[in-house]
């Protein structure tokens, strides 16, 4: 394969070290770091790992007003105007290419850095064990940032060849080093995410927790394993971090001979992090506001939690002084089924068009704020408020609906008394081990299939729709005997399990579910009685998969087919 370029985005914090200068840092005469200054200096070197902590995904960025789970009244949102037919390799909007900032941090760590830091130890056991914890968050971030880079920009080359991204995995202090990277064929690039999730592995504790009284070397191993180091990267983020790109490997868009083996693979990655967890009785009905608690059981990893309202800001309805910023969709509300578990398009399932919200599945009240619901001690009314009505101000929804999910009810704007409430973002959740697991096992083994595991994706079904509030014994659920009709259910479920978290845009690609690629998104001006068409989606074929930046191309890098 002809070699390309890549160019790699500037590090402010050292780009003199990556051209081979001996300055590490260069923002004044007076303020110089050279690499010899960070090695002496613990905090300082440890401070370049923690720059990969930087730019990890948010679930609060709505890439669901790019498919047909919402609109947004923000004319400027760049994820709807790339759905509108605005989608460029010049102006990508669900680019991760910024993540090679993160991943040169990374490796400038492994290969200049750890090593040599005069680290302050206060045994051998510290001494030995703290840089190994430091190298496996650097690993485990190493496969974290590709894994979002390959998601966005894997595809195939004009040739039909699939290909993955240039692997980062050595500090590049050369530019001949830099014009040798090249896009790796995808497998590959699989491989070596998988390598560097065992190394992480190999180092790094399933979970932050302080060693029981009595442990020998408990204060040491408290600092390097503790609860205090509960937010960074771990070994159980690692295990759905394999599960996730084995999943992503196995699906339609990456896997064209549908070959069962990565299924399985995948499954078996899944069953690991759900066995973690406890297993399918763990599940419990408070995963479904797992938002609400920073302790929430559901929550495997997350960030820092902060007291702010600009989370109501945006999206509560205007009559409560928010801004109303997403609206979900009709297609979205449609999707919840009956408090029965029976879709509502399916014979008997007891819908009435007339109360379209009766009965529902009780998730539809805890994501979405529908006409005539009580909200904040306030009747939200959608239809002919003057504020909140469809369409009456630049801050009122587009669809007839407004925003629930991740926003607490706590929270005041009111003017003068402003109260604002916790919020963190999560980065994930053991409920998407459940989800991931449904869908590979279903597609390995079938609806009752167990594999090597102790449950089916059945059973996966019947525990997460049992735990969000539907009806037992679910009838519908057990009428389903075929894969296809698995499939629909379980694809379903994950639209309204993780929704407004960043999922459901990849997800209908790596899918090839063209059709809900382009679905019209639909709204209501009667609430929710008749539903009309808001914005049609204009996505090409070839928009599976993303686009590689344009800069890079011109320079020599492979573009995947259908970009220009």
């Known amino acids: 394969m002809k ?3 890549l160019t790699i985005i500037a590090l402010s914090a050292f780009a003199g070290a990556a051209a081979g200068c001996t300055d590490f840092v260069e923002p004044g005469k007076d303020n110089v770091l050279t690499r010899e200054d960070v090695i002496a200096n613990p905090v300082l070197a440890e401070g370049i790992l923690l720059k990969a902590y930087d730019n990890l995904p948010t679930t609060l960025n709505y890439t669901e007003v790019a498919v047909d789970d919402a609109h947004s009244n923000n004319i400027s949102n760049g994820y709807m105007l790339a759905a509108m037919g ?3 390799s010049t102006s990508d909007p669900f680019s991760q290419w910024r993540n090679y900032t993160q991943i040169a941090y990374i490796n400038y760590f492994l290969d200049q850095i750890v090593d040599d830091v005069k680290w302050s130890y206060t045994s051998e056991w510290r001494a030995e064990h703290f840089p190994n914890r430091l190298k496996g968050e650097a690993y485990a971030l190493r496969a974290y940032h590709h894994s979002l880079i390959l998601q ?18 050595r500090f590049i202090s050369s530019k001949q080093e830099q014009d040798g990277l090249q896009r790796l064929p995808f497998a590959e690039c699989v491989g070596k995410i998988e390598k560097d999730i065992e190394r992480a592995l190999q180092l790094l504790p399933d979970r932050y927790e302080n060693a029981p009284a009595g442990t020998p070397d408990k204060e040491d191993y408290d600092v390097v394993y503790g609860s ?3 937010n960074r990267i771990s070994g159980l983020a690692m295990k759905m971090l394999r599960a996730r790109v084995r999943l992503l490997a196995a699906s339609p868009a990456f896997n064209p001979t549908n070959d069962p083996a990565l299924w399985e693979k995948a499954a078996e990655s899944a069953a690991e992090v759900i066995d973690a967890f406890g297993g399918l009785g763990n599940l419990a009905p408070d995963r479904v506001v797992f938002y609400l608690d920073k302790g929430n059981r559901d929550i495997l990893w997350r960030e820092d939690y902060t007291n702010s309202s600009n989370l109501e ?5 205007p009559s409560l002084n928010g801004s109303g910023r997403v609206s979900p969709s009709q297609n979205f509300v449609d999707a919840f089924p009956m408090k029965s578990g029976y879709p509502i398009d399916a014979d008997g399932s007891g819908f009435d068009k007339r109360n379209p919200f009766e009965g529902r599945d009780p998730r539809l009240a ?6 005539g619901m009580v909200f904040k001690g306030s009747v939200i009314n959608t239809v002919d408020h003057p504020s909140n009505g469809i369409n009456r101000t630049e801050y009122s929804t587009c669809t007839g609906y407004y925003l629930r999910k991740f926003t607490n009810e706590s929270v005041s704007l009111e003017t003068g008394n402003v109260v604002p409430a916790i919020h963190f973002n999560t980065l994930m959740r053991f409920t998407e081990a459940f989800l991931i697991y449904a869908e590979a096992a279903n597609e ?23 735990t969000a509030g539907l009806d037992q014994p679910d009838a519908y659920l057990a009428s389903i005997t075929s894969p296809a009709d698995m499939q629909r259910l379980i694809r379903n479920e994950r639209r309204l399990e993780l929704c407004f978290e960043q999922v459901r845009f990849w997800d209908v690609r790596r899918w090839l579910d063209y059709d809900a690629m382009n679905a019209a998104v639909r709204g209501t001006f009667d609430g929710g009685l008749t539903a009309v068409d808001v914005k049609e989606r204009v996505f090409e074929r070839y928009m599976i998969y993303g686009p590689i ?16």
């Open 444 to 466: 390995a083994w079938g609806p009752t299939g167990t594999g090597p595991n102790a449950y089916s994706a059945r059973d996966v079904m019947a525990k997460l729709r049992e």
């Open 86 to 88: 605005a989608w460029r």
């Open 313 to 317: 800001k945006a999206q509560f309805p």
């Open 366 to 371: 805890q994501y979405v704020i529908y006409n």
């Open 228 to 230: 205090r180091n509960t």
């Open 549 to 564: 930046p344009n800069d890079d191309v011109v320079k020599g890098l492979v573009q995947n087919d259908g970009w220009n």
């Open 152 to 169: 966005a920009h894997a595809g195939r080359s004009a040739s039909g060849e699939l290909l993955g991204v240039p692997y980062m995995d």
């Open 3 to 5: 070699l390309k370029k």
